[in-house]
């Protein structure tokens, strides 16, 4: 379940990536704009892996 | 900068990693996946350092702080989808690995062939490789070209960089095929990381901080902030570069191919989820040294040049950007040795193997070791024609390599996928690639990255639908058994057709 709702939240983020700059942020012209958003994505980004992948061991099952 | 600087720094780095290569060598690798994969034993942190070296290259600290320098905080969000599309391992790794373990596969092109049960999507999968790989591994040498001449305005020559590089790249592979150069890799890795948050935190201090250096941007071009800022960006634009790079990590064989090196899972996960954290370092890091050098030097021709101008200016204590400047060229050298390894193992396997050559592993094994000094020379040749935007070049090695995506979504989600289907999606959707960046590359006003992939897509699902899986295509281990306890997407999809 966890790694399914990663997953799902990965593709939020991912979507959020293109949406949020090019239709509602874009114009703030401060790096607290589009440049902290970016930011703060690639950070989720690698929580969102550590949560979809923390069931692998290594026996593989 | 002082040429003799940067000619001991690149003599110290050539001892080291020599030294370094040489240590790596574990008795004498005379199979394909002992050569080329380390035996698929390779440990989690190791197999992160070197995955990360060989995807964060020249392009990463010259092309993406060139990219900020012109086109502002839009670089940004560029590199951070490409960044994303890195999660695509986290779906596929486990699958592209376990079917690694379970068949012996050496190359991703190879496994297509087996899964598909058709040689002609290996040998399709391979020449795709080797006709858009290359074009990409003289980005990585013209990196280089710029880097050292811009550093030492011009004493180095562009021409003297790119062969270095090649010649490094050459050695490292021989040495001990993939173990010296994932263990050269690392070491480039690590050094890397933290000389270059050195100079970014040392260069925005010398522009009074990170807030004055924002604030000076806000105040004099505040388009540089914005989306989509002074030009480069267009949505359009945006997509066009985005869409290629999201599949980077499984449409580039030199990447893909590391998912069968881990010893288990628990290797692949660390391995992930180190490069991330390392990745999204340097991205940031290349953000700001393109927006310092944007800020000091507001008005170089060519973006391309913001690094080494930054790196050569009186912000950096000259050690320093000796070793970053090193690191770079280190970092090109990782990025082009697994290339050549990659291309040479996929030349052997899937196209020389599957013409009617040899059979044999070690004779495999012979000729790809042949064939890594005629690949390197191309590139070389490549890279002499001196391109002027490093970015854009990289880019349309990724739109013509991710015509590969639908066979592989194929092969682990769609029992239904035929080997003509997958073969016309690659001929295809490459031929297509080819097309457009011939013609202009723009048709209903999308270019080849955003239009590639849908292309390839229509094809791969067209054909499928209106032909039969050949006799000798495999499911097992990848359709039906791919074992995925948690149920993503795998069961719905498998049952499509």
């Known amino acids: ?61 | 900068m002082n040429t003799s600087y940067v000619v001991t720094g690149i003599f110290i780095y050539i001892v080291i990693s020599l030294v370094v290569a040489w240590i790596s060598r574990q008795g004498k690798a005379t199979s394909m996946s002992g050569y080329f994969l380390g035996d698929r034993s390779m440990g989690g942190i190791i197999s992160a350092l070197s995955y990360s070296a060989t995807t964060y290259s020249a392009f990463m600290m010259i092309g993406l702080a060139g990219l900020t320098y012109r086109g502002g905080v839009g670089a940004l969000g560029f590199e951070i989808v490409y960044f994303a599309g890195v999660s695509l391992v986290a779906i596929f790794g486990p699958r592209f690995w376990r079917a690694g373990k379970k068949y012996g596969y050496v190359t991703p092109s190879e496994m297509l062939g087996h899964r598909y049960g058709s040689r002609s999507v290996a040998i399709a999968a391979g020449i795709t490789s080797l006709v858009f790989l290359i074009p990409y591994s003289a980005v990585q040498l013209s990196g280089v070209g710029y880097l050292l001449s811009g550093m030492t305005d011009g004493s180095i020559s562009f021409m003297t960089g790119i062969i270095i590089a090649t010649a490094l790249a050459i050695v490292f592979s021989y040495i001990a095929g993939i173990r010296s150069v994932m263990w050269t890799d690392s070491l480039q890795a690590l050094v890397m990381i933290v000389a270059s948050v050195m100079v970014a935190v040392l260069v925005v201090q010398g522009l009074g901080g990170f807030t004055a250096m924002f604030g000076t941007i806000a105040e004099t071009t505040p388009e540089m902030l914005q989306v989509p800022g002074p030009g480069l960006f267009s949505f359009k634009t945006f997509l066009g570069l985005t869409v290629p790079w999201f599949f980077f990590s499984i449409s580039n064989p030199q990447v893909s191919q590391r998912l069968f090196m881990p010893a288990n899972l628990v290797a692949l996960r660390r391995m992930l989820l180190i490069f991330l954290c390392f990745g999204l370092i340097y991205t940031i890091v290349s953000v700001i040294w393109g927006f310092a050098a944007f800020v000091a030097f507001p008005t170089l021709e060519q973006p391309d040049l913001a690094t080494a101008t930054l790196l050569a200016s009186d912000y950096v204590p000259p050690v320093l950007g000796v070793t970053v400047m090193v690191g770079i060229l280190a970092a090109a050298v990782s990025t082009i040795d697994s290339i050549l390894l990659t291309l040479s193992s996929v030349f052997a396997r899937d196209v020389y193997g599957n013409l009617g050559g040899s059979q044999d592993d070690r004779h495999q094994l012979m000729i790809g070791k042949f064939v890594i000094p005629v690949i390197s020379i191309l590139a070389l040749i490549f890279a002499a024609a001196e391109f002027s935007m490093i970015a854009v070049l990289s880019v349309a090695a990724s739109a013509g390599l991710v015509v590969v995506v639908p066979a592989i979504v194929g092969a682990f989600f769609w029992r239904g996928g035929t080997a003509m289907g997958a073969l016309a999606s690659i001929v295809g959707g490459a031929v297509f690639v080819i097309w457009m960046y011939l013609t202009g590359n723009s048709l209903f006003g999308l270019n080849a990255g955003v239009l590639g992939l849908p292309m390839s897509s229509l094809l791969f699902v067209v054909i499928s639908l209106v032909t039969k899986p050949t006799a000798a295509s495999v499911t097992d281990g990848f359709v039906d058994e791919t074992p995925d306890p948690k149920g993503i997407l795998h069961p719905k999809l498998g049952a499509l057709k």
Not at chain 1, 3 to 32: E, H, M, N, S
């Open chain 1, 1 to 61: 379940m966890l790694r399914k709702i990663a997953l799902l939240l990965i593709g939020v983020v991912i979507i959020a990536c293109y949406a949020l700059p090019y239709l509602f942020i874009g114009q703030i012209a401060a790096w607290t704009g589009s440049f902290l958003f970016w930011c703060l994505a690639g950070v989720a980004i690698v929580l969102l892996n550590a949560a979809a992948m923390a069931g692998f061991t290594e026996d593989d099952r």
